[in-house]
Structure formats: structure tokens, C-alpha cells
């Protein structure tokens, strides 16, 4: 889990005849939809199901997207987006090279964190979410090799050094991508970038810790 940043997409339907809804209406409902998804998933759920609980017409969410497919696609496109921006806010602050590149994966696993298991399966399960996920996952390993690359060239980080956990990075994001270190592990997806920001924080140090 990783996030990628990016503007809004599908704002609304432009199809002949498909309702069209004000933006705070549509960004109301995408959130509550959101919600719904990460907390349960979205294998089993119908646009019937979704209408009677959001007390609004299926028309009404086929404002927002033209189908159940695509529906689902752009509420986790709108969940990476959203987490994207916080996890950027959230790591702007930080100066010192090393706890910025763990702050930022920290906050990719807390915000990871805020979609269960359930919801992390089915989008894994389903082609087209799970590409959704892959090219979050490979923005986050652009934007913690850059921050890498920041580091060697300021001097703080080892270069040799830095470059092996740049790769060792990119290889364990691929593993919790996968789900392979997620079952081998037993964590979820947030817990597995929160283990990776603590190491990568002790990988980068330029302490010796031989003594």
C-alpha cells in the first residue's frame, strides 16, 4: 500500500440521460461509500444494497460511476487519493532524511490500517482493483527511492548502503503486495509498512552498530 497521488477522476457521468449530482452531494456519498468498502469489502455487495443503505436511488450512484465495477474502482480510487494527501501532510514537516523515509511508510501503514482484511482480499481477488493497489504500490516505492536518493546526495545516508535498502525496499512493498509476507507473516497490510518504516529507520542510520 502503497498511495499515489493524483487529481480526481471519474467527477461525473456524462452518458445520455445519467443522473448528475452536485460535488458535495457526490463527494458525501463517495465518502460514506468509502467507508463502507474498507470496512467490509465489496465482493458481495450490490448496488441494490449499497442504495438502500446510503437511503438514495441506484440512479443516484450511477451518477457517480456507471456501473458496480467501476463504482468500486473509483471508491478506492478516491481511499488512495485521499491517503496520498494525508500521508504527505503528515511527513512534510519531518527534515532529517532517515525518519522522513520511515514517517512516510509509518503513515502509509496507518492509513493501510483503516481497510480490513476483507476489503484487502477482495481487491487482490479482483483484476482491475488489484491493479488499482499495484500502481499505488509502485508510486510508494518511487517516492522512498527519491527520498533515498535525496538523502545519499545531502551526505546523510551512506550511498552504497542507501542504494541496497532502495532495492530491498522496493522488494518488500512487492512482498506485501503480493500478500506473500503478509501470510508468511501473519500481518495485516498497515502492520507491514509500520515494521518496514522501523527498518528501514535502523538500515539507514550511519551509526556503527558493530560496538
Known amino acids: 500500500m502503497s498511495v499515489q497521488r493524483g487529481a480526481r477522476t471519474g467527477r461525473r457521468g456524462t452518458g445520455a440521460g445519467r443522473k448528475r449530482l452536485d460535488e458535495e452531494r457526490r463527494d458525501e456519498l463517495l465518502a460514506r461509500l468509502q467507508r463502507i468498502v ?24 450511477y451518477a457517480i460511476s456507471s456501473s458496480r465495477h467501476h463504482l468500486v474502482a473509483t471508491v478506492l480510487k478516491s ?6 494527501e494525508q500521508v504527505e501532510k503528515d511527513v512534510v514537516q519531518v527534515a532529517d532524511p532517515a525518519r522522513q523515509i520511515a514517517a512516510y511508510l509509518a503513515a502509509v501503514g496507518a492509513q493501510m490500517q483503516r ?33 533515498i536518493h535525496a538523502g545519499v546526495e545531502s551526505g546523510d545516508f551512506r550511498a552504497v548502503h542507501a542504494e541496497f535498502v532502495s532495492e530491498a525496499v ?18 495485516s ?4 509498512f509500520i515494521e518496514l518504516s522501523n527498518l528501514v529507520l535502523a538500515a539507514l542510520s550511519k551509526e556503527d552498530r558493530r560496538s
Open 38 to 61: 474498507l470496512e467490509e469489502g465489496f465482493a458481495r455487495l450490490t448496488v441494490d444494497a449499497l442504495a438502500a443503505r446510503l437511503e438514495c436511488s441506484k440512479s443516484t450512484l
Open 79 to 84: 481511499f488512495f487519493r485521499d491517503a496520498a
Open 115 to 147: 481497510m480490513s482484511a476483507a476489503c484487502y482480499d477482495d481487491m487482490l481477488d479482483d483484476d482491475a482493483t488489484r491493479e488499482i493497489y499495484a500502481v499505488n504500490s509502485m508510486a510508494a516505492t518511487r517516492r522512498v527511492r527519491e527520498m
Open 170 to 187: 522496493g522488494l518488500l512493498i512487492d512482498g506485501i503486495h503480493s500478500r506473500e509476507l503478509l501470510d508468511s507473516t501473519r500481518l
Open 189 to 192: 497490510s498497515g502492520e507491514a
